[in-house]
């Protein structure tokens, strides 16, 4: 079963998916954030998973990834 939007228009398809997006920064945020703790408590760097998370980013940006294709849907969204 898929999501219903009510009223199904392309703002609230956008809104959704802003709140989506919204969601998932957060969810990384706690990610980085326990990360960053961990790294405090072992004495390992703290800057190494935000590089790679910066990596990771920046060849998204130029088109890269593992698929070869711009975003999760091989569109430029």
């Known amino acids: 079963m898929s999501i219903q939007y009510t009223p199904d228009t392309p703002a609230t398809r956008r809104a959704f998916n802003r709140l989506a997006r919204e969601k998932m920064k957060l969810r990384l945020l706690a990610d980085i954030r ?12 703290k800057l190494e998973y935000l590089d790679e998370l910066l990596a990771l980013v920046q060849e998204l940006k130029k088109g890269g990834g593992e698929d070869g294709e711009r975003g999760t849907n091989g569109k430029n969204c």
């Not at 990360?35 to 072992?42: F, G, I, K, N, S």
């Open 34 to 45: 326990m990360d960053l703790m961990v790294c405090e408590l072992e004495g390992y760097s």
